[in-house]
């Protein structure tokens, strides 16, 4: 068990300041965004000051302050992953998800070894190198050592086309001594979303299961770090409670992380109630997020935790994926399944899923677009294998160092996806882009990224700093 106990979420002041905060007049809005600029984070009530803004000058405002400071510390990098469903058995009984234990209506499967492998191969000969492991919580009868061989089965995985150089973990709560274990397979992130932290909604949505235990989940994260694992990421899925309750708690956990460990989360994911399989309450979210409030969330978050990477899935369409690049999402899923085989089986997708997409493309046509919107597709995982992780990896961000080596990363391992991977239209989009990008660079950043795409273009794979 952990050695934290202490109840963080504070619902009635919350409440207190959404209340208090539920009429900003335009001239403090303003203020908070000039604040907001400074790239320094903003406070609960800020946070809640911003999430009532309606007036269309003042939201264009808003996303004209996140596009600043997304742009000052990330530029025009996205970082690109994939998730891998190894499992969707599950003991839980979580009303919106297609995998909860009493659900029918989907086939059950967990993947062997040997299919896991399969699946690697299937992503790596499209181009991917991170991945993004998930698994429901029961596991076939080995248990928890089933998750660690399929991390060993991820990175073992060798092909002409290159491996898998980062494996992220989304699995069930463990105490601290598994995530020991966890930390031991050279995992890059683990995440777990709390999914709501309103306490009543919470318990009303999980009836089942050990999910059922709402501060065992919430402090996963801590038990995490405790066990030296310097990445963690949480988030929450939009749509069971009021949004602008779950950005306050949401900057109190990270707050609480912050305060605890001298560091919050790497990374904050940001998904939107969608269709499940056998799920009512998935078709009918009981607090339905709007498009223009997802893309308020974005903003707001960014420049409340300017430093922590957002991430988008393709829960959203294509659309919206775009419309939130410039509002401060710095990773996105692509070609993604979330059923178990889905990269081998595409045609049994709907009979096993966790939830609908929004955004079906393959990863090849998410990174023309993405790179014909002048984004640079990275595929970069230096700073897990160098040890620029936890606060190491802020003391380097937050001065603006971090894009030193990140710039250069990106665009090796843009260049590394387009020589072995791309289609011609996708290359050709591509290498102007780089080109373009390169000649745009000064200094340190500008020299480190022509030695390195140099060195790709001479053969070479696998190129950092």
């Known amino acids: 068990?952990?050695?934290?106990?202490?109840?963080?979420?504070?619902?009635?002041?919350?409440?207190?300041?959404?209340?208090?905060?539920?009429?900003?007049e335009a001239p403090r809005i303003r203020e908070i965004l000039a604040k907001a600029r400074e790239m320094k984070g903003l406070n609960l009530e800020e946070v809640a000051a911003l999430t009532g803004i309606s007036d269309p000058e003042l939201l264009a405002e808003l996303f004209e302050e996140a596009n600043y400071v997304k742009n000052t510390i990330y530029g025009k990098r996205l970082v690109l992953f994939a998730p891998l469903y190894i499992s969707n058995?599950?003991?839980?009984?979580?009303?919106?998800?297609?995998f909860r234990a009493t659900n029918k209506s989907i086939v059950r499967r967990s993947l062997t070894q040997h299919e896991i492998a399969h699946e690697v191969e299937n992503l790596i000969s499209q181009g991917h190198k991170r991945i993004l492991l998930v698994a429901g919580e029961s596991y076939p009868k080995e248990g928890f050592s089933y998750v660690l061989n399929a991390i060993k089965t991820?990175?073992?995985?060798?092909?002409?086309?290159?491996?898998?150089?980062?494996?992220?973990?989304?699995?069930?709560?463990?105490?601290?001594?598994?995530?020991?274990?966890?930390?031991?397979?050279k995992i890059g992130t683990y995440q777990i979303?709390?999914?709501?932290?309103?306490?009543?909604?919470?318990?009303?949505?999980?009836?089942?299961?050990?999910?059922?235990?709402?501060?065992?989940?919430?402090?996963?994260?801590?038990?995490?770090?405790?066990?030296?694992?310097?990445?963690?990421?949480?988030?929450?899925?939009?749509?069971?409670?009021?949004?602008?309750?779950?950005?306050?708690?949401?900057?109190?956990?990270?707050?609480?992380?912050?305060?605890?460990?001298?560091?919050?989360?790497?990374?904050?994911?940001v998904p939107r109630l969608e269709p499940a399989t056998g799920s009512d309450i998935a078709s009918h979210p009981p607090h339905?997020?709007?498009?223009?409030?997802?893309?308020?969330?974005?903003?707001i978050l960014r420049?409340?935790?300017?430093?922590?990477?957002?991430?988008?899935?393709?829960?959203?369409?294509?659309?919206?994926?775009?419309?939130?690049?410039?509002?401060?999402?710095?990773?996105?899923?692509?070609?993604?399944?979330?059923?178990?085989?889905?990269?081998?089986?595409?045609?049994?997708?709907?009979?096993?899923?966790?939830?609908?997409?929004?955004?079906?493309?393959?990863?090849?046509?998410?990174?023309?677009?993405?790179?014909?919107?002048?984004?640079?597709?990275?595929?970069?995982?230096a700073c897990y294998r160098l040890g620029r992780t936890g606060r190491d990896f802020m003391d380097l961000a937050k001065p603006g160092d971090i894009k030193l080596h990140c710039d250069p990363n990106a665009l090796s391992t843009f260049r590394e996806y387009l020589r072995n991977f791309a289609t011609e239209q996708t290359r050709?989009?591509?290498?102007?882009?780089?080109?373009?990008?390169?000649?745009?660079?000064?200094?340190?950043?500008?020299?480190?990224?022509?030695?390195?795409?140099?060195?790709?273009?001479?053969?070479?794979?696998?190129?950092?700093c």
């Open 1 to 24: 068990m952990s050695i934290y106990t202490e109840n963080f979420i504070h619902e009635s002041q919350i409440s207190a300041i959404l209340e208090a905060n539920k009429r900003v």
């Open 89 to 98: 058995l599950c003991a839980n009984e979580c009303l919106y998800c297609a």
């Open 154 to 185: 991820v990175y073992s995985v060798k092909s002409e086309h290159g491996e898998i150089r980062r494996v992220n973990v989304n699995i069930a709560p463990l105490d601290v001594d598994e995530f020991k274990l966890l930390k031991n397979e």
């Open 193 to 269: 979303f709390q999914e709501t932290y309103h306490r009543e909604t919470y318990a009303k949505m999980h009836i089942g299961g050990k999910k059922k235990n709402y501060d065992y989940r919430i402090t996963a994260p801590h038990r995490a770090m405790e066990a030296g694992i310097d990445d963690v990421g949480i988030g929450v899925l939009f749509g069971l409670f009021d949004y602008r309750f779950e950005m306050l708690a949401l900057m109190q956990h990270i707050r609480e992380l912050e305060k605890v460990y001298g560091v919050g989360p790497h990374t904050i994911s």
């Open 288 to 299: 339905a997020v709007s498009d223009i409030e997802f893309r308020k969330i974005v903003a």
């Open 303 to 381: 420049l409340a935790i300017p430093y922590t990477g957002i991430i988008m899935s393709t829960r959203e369409t294509a659309q919206m994926r775009r419309d939130t690049f410039a509002l401060g999402v710095s990773q996105i899923s692509a070609g993604s399944r979330t059923n178990p085989g889905g990269y081998t089986h595409e045609t049994e997708e709907d009979e096993a899923s966790q939830f609908s997409l929004g955004d079906h493309r393959s990863l090849d046509e998410v990174i023309r677009d993405v790179a014909s919107m002048g984004y640079i597709p990275s595929f970069c995982t």
């Open 428 to 464: 050709e989009v591509g290498d102007k882009l780089i080109a373009e990008t390169i000649a745009g660079m000064s200094g340190i950043a500008r020299q480190r990224a022509e030695k390195l795409v140099n060195r790709v273009d001479e053969g070479r794979d696998d190129v950092y």
